[in-house]
């Protein structure tokens, strides 16, 4: 009983045993170039659970999928071997992380890396050509996969480089063309992190600054326009910065940041411009919640702020301009506003009930006297600001004029200004002159002829 028992042992002890040298008849083969031979031993011992506990099993079978995989013909007859191959490295990698047997020179392990990785790029090549973006991503991205790992264990010709510049490349142009903003942003940043530039690389600089700003995640936004910044010095960056700006921040919040930065006396001519338009063009939102005074004070910042533009580059007649139109956009809304005490004044004396009672009439007529004194005393404390508001935009209308009207060669903007300007400026010495009537003769010769001299001037820019 016990001879037999001990010979149920031996047995056993076989069984369990699976050595270096079964794959002997996997490798030999696969080093003769004898590959579907060499699939046909693997499969063999593959069925075995032993084997498939083993990193060997797995190495042998990347390998050899690989190879399917890189050339044409085999890759047609074995059509799932890309993925055979890349679920059997990363069996393998569990099992042998160090890539030892890998690494074993007469393996030539990195040969299964460089068959996994170059058809792949060149399907990526192929994808990208045709415009299929989704095929080329995923071609991209696998070369990109497997390039790390050749890179990262030097395993190519440049032992210095850190990766495949090329595929992470365009596996992002793929993604960002195939509207994966997450995805082409991830291949982005991995290469503004390492500090890749010139002048092929910056739209990948402003794709993520942009893609940034979309997403109102301040964060990478400040990451990524320091990171411009730092490679590309000479460029201009502040349209990134206003419109993140813009796009994230309150009404309040923006009012603030400019009186910060105003404060500090450093603001380019530029940057007082783009604040200016901040300020003239509020959103329709936010009008909604802002009263007429809230509307003037807006505009009375952004009138400022062109003027500071101005005075940055007093050769800017377009800046000038702005300034103007903001001034007599501020004369307008007291203008309506004068308006709309007029119209209750005489809403006031239509709907006035004269009493009889003489001591019904002494009380009605002292409450009228009280709302029209009232409302008079409110349209005339309006009459100063909008004349002052007036007065400004005359002043930077025909400074604007004066720089451009005899400009050589005016664009299309220029004359367009010039045009509305001359017809802002009509407007307001015809509202000089109505006040002056009867009242100031010279006042009145004077704005008379104003007038006249911009309202000949109507439509001549062309």
């Not at 040298?21 to 579907?36: A, G, R, T």
């Not at 001519?269 to 959103?283: D, I, P, R, W």
Request: glycine letters at 4%.
């Amino acid at each position: 009983m016990k001879k037999i028992l001990f010979g149920a042992i031996m047995v056993a002890g076989i069984t369990n045993s699976l050595s270096a040298q079964d794959f002997k008849k996997v490798s030999n083969p696969v080093l003769l170039n004898q590959i579907e031979f060499a699939k046909t031993e693997l499969d063999k011992l593959m069925v075995d659970p032993k084997a498939q506990a083993k990193p060997d099993g797995w190495f042998w079978k990347a390998k050899i999928y690989a190879y399917f995989y890189s050339n044409p013909s085999l890759g047609a007859k074995y059509p799932q071997s890309q993925t055979i191959a890349d679920e059997a490295y990363q069996k393998y990698v569990s099992l042998d992380p160090s890539l030892k047997i890998l690494k074993i020179p007469e393996n030539i392990g990195q040969e299964l890396l460089f068959n996994l990785y170059a058809p792949s790029f060149n399907s990526g090549i192929g994808a990208f050509n045709a415009k299929n973006w989704d095929s080329a991503f995923y071609y991209f991205s696998f070369a990109v996969k497997y390039s790390d790992v050749i890179f990262q264990n030097k395993f190519s010709k440049n032992p210095n480089q850190a990766f495949d510049t090329t595929s992470i490349l365009y596996a992002g142009y793929a993604a960002q063309n195939a509207q994966k903003n997450a995805e082409a942003a991830k291949c982005y940043d991995r290469l503004i992190n390492s500090n890749v530039g010139g002048k092929n690389y910056i739209d990948i600089y402003k794709y993520c600054l942009i893609n940034s700003i979309n997403a109102k995640d301040e964060t990478s936004f400040k990451k990524y326009l320091n990171a411009s910044k730092a490679m590309y010095p000479q460029e201009d960056w502040e349209d990134y910065e206003l419109n993140y700006f813009s796009k994230n921040y309150t009404l309040a919040e923006k009012s603030a940041m400019y009186d910060k930065e105003d404060a500090t006396g450093n603001m380019s001519a530029k940057k007082y411009l783009q604040y200016g338009e901040v300020f003239a063009n509020v959103s329709k939102e936010d009008k909604e919640n802002l009263d007429s005074s809230k509307q003037s004070e807006y505009l009375q910042k952004a009138a400022s702020a062109f003027k500071k533009a101005f005075y940055k580059n007093p050769t800017d007649g377009i800046t000038a301009f702005n300034a103007g139109v903001i001034y007599y956009n501020i004369f307008n809304l007291y203008d309506d506003r004068v308006s709309q005490y007029r119209r209750a004044l005489q809403e006031l004396n239509t709907n006035r009930v004269i009493e009889k009672d003489p001591k019904k009439k002494v009380i009605a007529d002292a409450k009228y006297k009280a709302t029209a004194d009232s409302v008079k005393s409110s349209r005339i404390a309006l009459e100063k600001p909008m004349n002052d508001a007036g007065d400004s935009s005359i002043v930077w209308l025909e400074t604007e004029i004066a720089l451009l009207k005899g400009k050589a060669d005016k664009v299309r903007e220029e004359k367009n200004c010039l045009n509305k300007s001359v017809d802002y400026l009509a407007n307001i010495f015809s509202y000089k002159r109505e006040k002056a009537r009867g009242k100031d003769l010279k006042a009145y010769d004077l704005y008379d002829e104003k007038f006249k001299l911009y309202d000949n001037l109507h439509d001549s820019f062309k």
